[in-house]
């Protein structure tokens, strides 16, 4: 399977596509969320966070780049590069200790992040159509593959 396809035309079906594809996901695992401002980045992971038990907000963190969630036993990281000056920058805000075998790690704006950021297994790439949003779900790794896989049947 190349990608795994889908139109979504409201932000209820953006966060239960995210449901889906959490429930899919074990750590470790690292998934890329690309798209314009506005594409439906944050919604996903909102819908992605709350699926696995996260009451309440979740917002992009614009301005502290990572926010880290706990959720029982699960590690998952929210990344937000928009405003990451250089990817040196996420060394020294320990963000190497976030990708660890352990983790989950959602990423908007990974093209800011690139040469740092380590492989990504899932690249989820967000199209802003007329109406409501195009989603391409595309493997970077075996484990992304395997996740494809599942979500297809
Ligand atoms: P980003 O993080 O990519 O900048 P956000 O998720 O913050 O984008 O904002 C996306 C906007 O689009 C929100 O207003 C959200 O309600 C809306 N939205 C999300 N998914 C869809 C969809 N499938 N169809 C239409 N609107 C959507
Ligand atoms: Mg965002």
Redesign the pocket.
Known sequence: MKSYDKT????E??EQFAADVAGQVTAPCSIA?Q??????????ARGFLQALGHKGKVK?PTYTIIEPYILADLYINHFDLYRLGDPDELELMGADEMFNEHSINLI?WPEQGEGWLPAMDLWLK?KHLE???HFSLVAGSDKGQAILSKLGK
């Open positions: 979504l035309n409201s932000f079906q953006t969320l798209g314009d401002l506005g594409a439906g980045k944050t919604t996903f992009s908007e967000i109406q409501g949003r």
